[in-house]
């Protein structure tokens, strides 16, 4: 699963000390909040979800795991599952990262070859099928639909006035 990378190549005399850091962060957290609100509304509905699909929401750990994170350079936003907050981190140290679990799924204990009795332990199979991932979804639906216009729009607003910006009109 590739994961969605969109690039934006400009004219030679153009480099990063051309653009206000400030707007551009403000733009990447706006498209960072709008992914992160699609892939929980994928993870709403409840129950055990099939192999698949989109995992269900028993506790809602997994959903609120999903956050974005502007870098610090402030030219790109990563959204995934980081497990913020108190309930959530504690969750993630007891059980393991659950949310690869889910996204991956997980096979269970391999068979022992010590006695007879070690033989009768399951084999290696995957215990809980793979689920979709919907970050991934979340940022092909995003991409699809607005992912130009914004970023068009942040780029425009970042860019500080001087000899580019008198190009640009």
Known sequence: MQPLRIEAKFARPLNFADFDKKS???GFTQVGRDVSKIAKKLV????VSAAGAYP???TGIFQKAISYKVSRSGFSVAVKPYGKGKQVSAELKRRGFYPAFVVFGHAGPKRSKRTRAHRKQS??????KPR????SAAA?????????AVV?????????PGP???LMK
């Open 152 to 160: 068009g729009r942040i780029l425009e607003d970042a860019f500080k």
């Open 123 to 128: 084999f290696e199979a995957k215990v809980a």
């Open 44 to 47: 709403r509905k409840k129950g």
């Open 24 to 26: 551009m962060r403000k």
């Open 140 to 148: 092909e639906t995003y991409g699809r639909t607005r992912f130009q």
């Open 164 to 166: 580019v910006r008198s």
């Open 56 to 58: 269900g929401k028993q």
């Open 132 to 135: 979709a991932n919907p970050v």
